[in-house]
């Protein structure tokens, strides 16, 4: 099974900030991984698939880079609506989710 | 507009059964693969069980397997979850998601139904 290491598992940052956010694979998952934003009481919400493509509707100040084994979530300028927990999710080989990255108001 | 509606989550004593259903509305449901995710209270997401158009892709979470059983009836637009032998580590908020034509990606998920194991 292909494992997923999400870090830091909590983030303190002020509106404004330029915010980044790792996601390891155990093995090599080319470019199907996705991002997805949690807020609480609420379904995970679909922000970045295949690695960097930015699904409709999303604010471009969020961007996802990376292949292979090594991903980043990058937030541009942290804005207030964005505090919230983010996930990657492998979807190579059935599917993973990373431990998730609690981002708050510092 | 998609909609996921889960059903059937409670309270049940562990090693009994539950099964979750999840009723889709707004897409051609048997143009797209399904999953059930969980998450335990305070949690993070587990991915649980994936079952592809027309249930000839399946795949479970080890801590699942043998235990669970993913279906769906592509002519009443419904995904279940049969749970069998539950334990107090079940206990979560399951989610019903649609993938889009990738497999595993998951771009509309219900509100979730929660199911508790305890005696």
């Known amino acids: 099974d292909i494992q997923m290491t999400q870090s830091p598992s909590t983030l303190s940052a002020s509106v404004g900030d330029r915010v980044t956010i790792t996601c390891r694979a155990s093995?090599?998952?080319?470019?199907?991984l996705a991002w997805y934003q949690q807020k609480p009481g609420k379904a995970p919400k679909l922000l970045i698939y295949?690695?960097?493509r930015l699904e409709s509707g999303v604010p471009s100040r969020f961007s996802g880079s990376g292949s292979g084994t090594e991903f980043t979530l990058t937030i541009s300028s942290l804005q207030p609506d964005d505090f919230a927990t983010y996930y990657c999710?492998?979807?190579?080989?059935?599917?993973?989710f990373g431990q998730g990255t609690k981002v708050e108001i510092k | 507009e998609v909609q996921l509606v889960e059903s059937g989550g409670g309270l049940v004593q562990p090693g009994r059964s539950l099964r979750l259903s999840c009723a889709a509305s707004?897409?051609?449901?048997?143009?797209?693969?399904m999953h059930w995710v969980r998450q335990s209270p305070g949690k993070g997401l587990e991915w649980v069980s994936g079952?592809?158009?027309?249930?000839?892709?399946?795949g479970f979470a080890d801590s699942v397997k043998g235990r669970f059983t993913i279906s769906r009836d592509n002519a009443k637009s419904s995904l279940y979850l049969q749970m069998n032998s539950l334990r107090p580590e079940d206990t979560a908020l399951y989610y019903c998601?649609?993938?889009?034509?990738?497999?595993?990606?998951?771009?509309?998920w219900g509100q979730g139904a929660l199911v508790t194991v305890s005696s």
């Open positions: 295949e690695a960097s």
């Open positions: 079952i592809g158009r027309y249930s000839g892709s399946i």
């Open positions: 999710q492998q979807y190579s080989s059935y599917s993973t």
């Open positions: 093995q090599s998952i080319t470019n199907w």
């Open positions: 998601a649609k993938a889009r034509l990738n497999w595993g990606l998951l771009d509309y």
């Open positions: 707004g897409f051609t449901f048997d143009e797209y693969a």
